[in-house]
Each structure stands twice: as structure tokens, then as C-alpha cells.
């Protein structure tokens, strides 16, 4: 495997890494409904249980609105 193998390879990794970091940044955006649900929820309930819930069902949501 020579120089241009290993210039291939990189490229793929880094191609691959860069999708990566775009689904997981596209995923936060989509969940950002959510996480301030759940913070709400927890703040005046103070469970974390409930918080769950709330994170759930709009994560749900969200999921669903997006298809």
C-alpha cells in the first residue's frame, strides 16, 4: 500500500468523521425542544422521573414532526 493508499484512507476517515459530527449536531438541534421541556419540568417538579417523561414524549415529537 503505498502513499496514495494511505491519502485515500484519510480521506474516507475524515469524510466519514465529518458526517459523524453532522448527525450528532443536526440530532442536538432537533432534541433542543426537548431538553428545555424536561429542564422546565424538572425545575418545578424537582424528579427527574417526570423530567424523563417529558424529555421522552417531545423527543417523540419532534422525531415524528421531522418525517
Given amino acids: 500500500m503505498g502513499l496514495f493508499g494511505y ?3 484519510g480521506l474516507i476517515g475524515l469524510v ?4 459523524i459530527i453532522v ?3 443536526r440530532l442536538v438541534l432537533i432534541l433542543i425542544p426537548a431538553i428545555i421541556v424536561a429542564v422546565v419540568v ?3 417538579t424537582g424528579n427527574m422521573w ?3 417523561i417529558a424529555f421522552l414524549v ?3 415529537l419532534s422525531v415524528l414532526k421531522k418525517l
Fill in 23 to 25: 448527525f450528532i449536531i
Fill in 58 to 60: 417531545i423527543a417523540a
Fill in 42 to 44: 424538572w425545575f418545578f
Fill in 16 to 19: 466519514v468523521l465529518g458526517l
Fill in 7 to 9: 491519502d485515500v484512507l
Fill in 50 to 52: 417526570w423530567a424523563g
